[in-house]
């Protein structure tokens, strides 16, 4: 979406967008019509990814997002595509906004990151798959000429998705159902969709559940509805039980704030909801009060054995404390690959490509001091933003959306790893949610002439 650029003082007006050569209907109907597309496109492409509905006897849950040749020509060409049609279409004084100083130094520490990697070349070109993605994220949300283009285009694009996702059950149900042959038996008959892994079906859905209900408040009433109740009705079919709770309370939490007027509160609520998820997660391995807590609210304390890989990562924070292990080079690297086994473990750290929780792995890769500000201008910066967006009426609903998908991530964060994860779409949607409340909030969101 195009946005009012703002003043110093906080007044807002209309972008005039830039006059195109030739035949006005190029520049009044087919061109509006073509960046509308490609934001919808853009959005059904973050959520489908490249590599939809992979081999069902790969369980492993980056290998649709990895480096693979198949990602790096293709996200590099939709980086082109989309690089192109923004400096085409978009107003240069939004185009200005859309580099920003918090994303400037999420990937400066990253890419910093490289050089403690065993091999930082590697670590580089997986990093640059993340940047070039970026690209994409970015064309979504600017390209539109309104809001109202923007919800159109989206909700064809994500009712599409749902209605091939549906249709696989039927046709290809060794494709979108978890069977008993996998590597992961328990799983049977829990949906999957066209993603690899459960695990990342419940995220990403919920995330499409959530832009259901903002196109329901923001105008595409029927489609938006059906989004969210065919989108929820997916996540409910997937067995995750931490992200069937976590869904609703990242609603509830935002349109509960919404009602009341009070979106200060809101954020509060969340901070503290926060604090206690961590403290029954990855607090249970630190404290045993807090383990008892956990055992007594939930059946499984371990969280599926997660608490074993939370102990193992956390051993490993001391040996690289400041400046971390690097981009992609703590897990499934020559080192811990070369480790024994520790047969007493319900999983093996020799073959896991994550810790199972975004918040102990930036500090993992990152460092203490780089992960923590990266997860600083993820997770708490964009609530600044929220409610600096909050003051202009026109912005809430998009904003509300944003803030919903950060919220809810902030959560399953808990649970599992996606920070700047390649093309992982749980990474891109958290992206894109960050990206445009930041965006939003310098920016009103521009309603239709």
Not at 11 to 30: E, F, K, M, N, Q
Not at 135 to 154: H, K, M, Q, W, Y
Request: aromatic share 12%.
């Amino acid at each position: 979406m195009q946005r009012h650029a703002s003043t110093a003082s906080r007044d807002y007006h209309r972008l005039a967008v830039p006059p195109l050569p030739g035949d006005s209907l190029l520049t009044t109907r087919i061109m509006p019509s073509l960046a509308a597309f490609l934001s919808g496109a853009g959005l059904f492409l973050i959520a489908l990814t490249l590599m939809p509905f992979p081999n069902p006897h790969d369980t492993e849950t980056s290998a649709a997002n990895d480096g693979n040749i198949i990602n790096q020509i293709g996200y590099l060409g939709l980086g082109g595509i989309y690089l192109f049609a923004m400096l085409l279409v978009v107003d240069k004084r939004v185009l200005k906004r859309v580099v920003s100083p918090s994303w400037i130094v999420i990937f400066a520490i990253a890419f910093l990151s490289c050089l403690q990697s065993y091999d930082p070349t590697a670590s580089a070109r997986g990093l640059m798959l993340s940047l070039i993605a970026m690209i994409l994220v970015a064309g979504v949300l600017v390209l539109p000429r309104s809001e109202t283009d923007f919800v159109n285009a989206g909700a064809n694009a994500i009712l599409f998705l749902l209605l091939i996702n549906y249709a696989a059950l039927v046709i290809a149900p060794d494709r979108a159902i978890h069977s008993a042959s996998g590597g992961e038996p328990w799983h049977a008959g829990f949906w999957k969709g066209h993603l690899i892994h459960k695990n990342v079906t419940a995220p990403v859905f919920s995330v499409l559940c959530m832009f259901g209900i903002y196109c329901l408040r923001a105008g595409a009433t029927w489609r938006g509805a059906l989004i969210a109740l065919l989108a929820a009705n997916f996540v409910l079919h997937t067995g995750s039980k931490t992200t069937i709770g976590f869904l609703p309370l990242a609603i509830m939490l935002v349109l509960g704030g919404r009602a009341i007027a009070k979106p200060g509160l809101m954020v509060l609520a969340h901070f503290i909801f926060t604090i206690l998820i961590f403290c029954l997660t990855l607090g249970t391995i630190y404290s045993d009060t807090f383990l008892s807590i956990t055992s007594m609210l939930l059946e499984d304390s371990t969280f599926t054995g997660r608490d074993d890989i939370w102990k193992f990562a956390s051993a490993s924070l001391p040996h690289h404390l400041w400046f971390g292990h690097g981009y992609a080079s703590f897990w499934l690297s020559p080192v811990i690959r070369g480790m024994e086994a520790n047969f007493e473990a319900n999983w093996d750290v020799r073959g896991i490509v994550s810790g199972h929780n975004s918040y102990l792995d930036a500090v993992l890769t990152f460092g203490l001091p780089g992960g923590v500000i990266i997860i600083l201008m993820l997770f708490v910066k964009p609530f600044y933003d929220y409610l600096r967006a909050n003051r202009q009426a026109q912005s809430r609903h998009f904003a509300d959306f944003c803030v919903m998908v950060i919220i809810f991530m902030t959560y399953n964060g808990m649970m599992e790893s996606f920070f700047l994860n390649r093309a992982d779409p749980m990474w891109l949607l958290t992206a894109l949610a960050v990206f445009g409340l930041g965006l939003v909030a310098r920016m009103a969101v521009r309603v239709p002439r």
